[in-house]
C-alpha cells in the first residue's frame, strides 16, 4: 500500500533470488529497493563491489523487476538508536539479522518518503 514499511526476515544471499521469486508471487511489488552504502563524502562504499554481482544475478534472473539503490548512510546507527529507544536487551542487539531487518524498514520507509515529496532523491 505503500504506506509504511516493516521488516520481513532476512535471508542468506544464496536464497536471496528464490526468496523474492516466492515473495512476489503473492504480493504485488513495483519494485526492490537495495540500500546503497555510502561513506560521510557520499561516495559509493567498497562493499558495492559485493553487492553489484548479486544484484546483477537478482536483475538477470527477474529481468521484470524493477531494482532502485538508495542511500543507505547511518541506517544501522538509527536501527541501534531505536532499538535502545524501544527498551530491547543488549543481547537483544547484538543479532545482526535484528538490526539488518530494522534498518531495511527504515531504508524502505525513507526510500517511500523521497518517492512522496522528491522524485529526484532516487538513486539508480
Given at each position: ?23 512476489i508471487s503473492g504480493e504485488p511489488v513495483d519494485a526492490v529497493i537495495v540500500g546503497l552504502p555510502r561513506d560521510?563524502?557520499?561516495?559509493e562504499s567498497d562493499s558495492m563491489r559485493y553487492i553489484r554481482p548479486g544484484i546483477g544475478r537478482l536483475s ?65
Amino acid at each position: 500500500m505503500r504506506i509504511i514499511a516493516k521488516g520481513l526476515t532476512t535471508v542468506p544471499t544464496s536464497g536471496l533470488i528464490d526468496f523474492i521469486r516466492n515473495y512476489i508471487s503473492g504480493e504485488p511489488v513495483d519494485a526492490v529497493i537495495v540500500g546503497l552504502p555510502r561513506d560521510v563524502h557520499g561516495r559509493e562504499s567498497d562493499s558495492m563491489r559485493y553487492i553489484r554481482p548479486g544484484i546483477g544475478r537478482l536483475s538477470a534472473a527477474l529481468p521484470e523487476l524493477r531494482v532502485i539503490f538508495f542511500d543507505e548512510r547511518f541506517t544501522s546507527v538509527i536501527a541501534h538508536r531505536s532499538m535502545i529507544e524501544s527498551g530491547m536487551k543488549k543481547m537483544q542487539r547484538r543479532d545482526k539479522a535484528a538490526v539488518d531487518t530494522m534498518a531495511a524498514a527504515i531504508i524502505l520507509n525513507d526510500f517511500l518518503q523521497s518517492r512522496q515529496y522528491a522524485d529526484q532523491t532516487i538513486i539508480q
